[in-house]
């Protein structure tokens, strides 16, 4: 009996590594997740290596209203055996290939869209008694992302469910072909951007501390344009039960930052473009930005601006450096440099926080120099 009982506890885990076997565990299994969730739940092929190396294809998750949907050509991850018994997932790679997934539908508040071509990540640590994730090499090539969002007057309820502050480290992310576009009512009419390609080294989200910290960002070959209504309504007034913000605000800083090869159109919605300087029609091109050492945290900014240039379509070039730094007291504009091709302005200002409209003690003060030829 203990012979045959050994035997068994051997050939049942061995039998999951046969395909037929799999295939039938997956159906079951599908079958019966569907029932307990009240989601349509297929999964088209399972296949399980040694020890833990899983490849999943036609994957499709769908709630009974529609309301979210969550399927994928191909998933594969190849997790190590041993750390699991110290309570540690190392991953030695994922991928992920043609993902879609949809949160809300035509009705609802938000509606979003993700589509995927393919991801993966090199290698995964994850400590689940420590909270810390730390990723690998991270890759993105083809997405697209589309939002909708509509005006809710409902009262926001303050979220008091408990979350595990986690620590996430990844030392190289890079997106590649990537499309954002959405529609927010009344503000926004339309807002979209493609990047042709962006890498982010060394981040850092500490959620202990509330920081999030970056070496360097890195973004090329930018298309972006903001179309808002020709006549902006006001935005519902904030409920008095709307969610408070965060006691301890969040530290966000970067080494570096630049954005090369951009272009950018900020216009009203269906406007024709004028000859010249059109302000309802400002388009630039050539966009280079440059900034180092940004900080952000809650009302403090400061943005050392190393290089901005930029050509509007009017003939307008536009040069610029400098610094702009802003907290609860003032907003500065520190040893600032604007250059056109016939004008050159230096200066160094400050201004009061305030209503400039009904209070008359807001400190301001300017220092300047300049030239036109």
């Known amino acids: 009996v203990l012979l045959g009982l050994i035997v068994v506890i051997l050939i049942v885990p061995a039998l999951l590594y046969v395909p037929f076997v799999q295939d039938f565990v997956v159906r079951i299994a599908s079958e019966k997740a569907s029932e307990a969730s009240g989601m349509d739940i297929s999964v088209g092929k399972l296949r399980l290596g040694f020890p833990l190396k899983l490849n999943v294809e036609d994957i499709s998750i769908v709630q009974a209203n529609a309301d979210t949907m969550l399927t994928a050509g191909g998933v594969s991850a190849s997790v190590r055996l041993m750390p699991l018994l110290k309570g540690t997932v190392d991953v030695d790679g994922i991928s992920v290939r043609d993902a ?8 609802s508040i938000m509606w979003l869209r993700a589509r995927i071509e393919n991801g993966r990540i090199d290698d995964v640590d994850l400590a689940l008694k420590q909270n810390q994730i730390v990723l690998g090499r991270s890759e993105i090539y083809g997405a697209d992302v589309w939002m ?28 590649a072909r990537v499309n954002y576009s959405m529609v927010m009512q009344p503000t926004i009419d339309s807002l979209g951007c493609y990047v042709g390609e962006a890498v982010l080294r060394n981040a850092r989200i ?11 960002l890195r973004i090329d070959s930018v298309s972006a344009s903001y179309l808002y209504p020709r006549i902006a309504q006001p935005a519902p007034a904030d409920s008095a039960d709307a969610a408070a913000p965060s006691s ?18 900020y216009a009203v919605s269906g406007a024709s473009p004028q000859k010249g300087l059109d302000m309802s029609y400002i388009k630039v091109s050539d966009v280079e930005i440059a900034v180092d050492s940004f900080y952000n945290r809650g009302t403090s900014i400061r943005v050392p601006l190393r290089k901005l240039s930029a050509a509007e379509r009017s003939g307008l070039k536009l040069f610029a450096d400098g610094v702009f730094a802003m907290d609860e007291r003032s907003m500065r504009a520190e040893n600032f440099s604007i250059e056109t091709l016939r004008s050159l302005l230096r200066f160094s200002a400050s201004m009061g926080m305030g209503d400039m409209m009904t209070s008359t003690d807001i400190p301001i003060s300017l220092k300047a120099t300049g030239r036109i030829d």
């Open 206 to 216: 500490d959620m202990p501390h509330n920081r999030i910290k970056g070496q360097s």
């Open 100 to 107: 879609f997934y949809q949160m809300g539908n035509s009705d």
């Open 148 to 175: 909708r969002m509509l005006p809710d007057t409902a009262a926001v309820k303050p979220d008091t469910t408990a979350s595990a502050p986690w620590v996430i480290d990844a030392s190289f992310i890079k997106l």
């Open 248 to 265: 301890t605000p969040w530290t966000i800083t970067a080494d570096t930052l630049r954005l090369t090869g951009g272009n950018a159109l």
